[in-house]
């Protein structure tokens, strides 16, 4: 909480606003921000869980629910990792800047994919980046 940092190009809003000339910030907006004397704990949830795609009507084939897990940013998830690489396809992602960290993996994980050893890899990625933290 408080005045939190901005480092992703994505937030153009923030930098916008900033730079208006007729935005005024709300008081109360401003005063939470700067709000370094209490703690506060978010519970709040965005999203769902890959796993209960289900329990939504999303099935693991479907481009459309690709979208949405793709919103929790489950690229590589065990269970949608073989729907991204049909993604990637059949948007031509491979070649948007967007997705350069997947492009140099490109071969690689359509030849996972045919093995049926995506999700495998997904998991020791997984693994990998809880051990690391």
């Not at 700067?34 to 999303?58: C, F, P, S």
């Not at 793709?70 to 800047?97: M, Q």
């Amino acid at each position: 909480m408080g005045t939190g940092s901005y480092t992703a190009y994505e937030f153009f809003s923030v930098a916008l606003f900033a730079m208006s000339e007729n935005y005024r910030m709300p008081r109360i907006l401003f005063g939470i921000g700067n709000d370094v004397q209490a703690t506060y704990i978010n519970r709040q949830r965005m999203g769902h869980l890959t796993e209960d795609a289900a329990k939504w009507g999303l099935t693991y084939d479907d481009l459309e629910a690709a979208m949405v897990f793709f919103s929790n940013s489950d690229f590589l998830h065990p269970k949608s990792a073989a729907l991204t690489i049909k993604a990637f396809d059949a948007f031509d992602w491979w070649n948007h800047e967007f997705h350069n960290d997947f492009k140099s993996f490109r071969k690689i994980l359509h030849i996972l994919r045919k093995l049926g050893l995506l999700p495998l890899m997904a998991r020791l990625l997984a693994r990998k980046r809880h051990l690391s933290r």
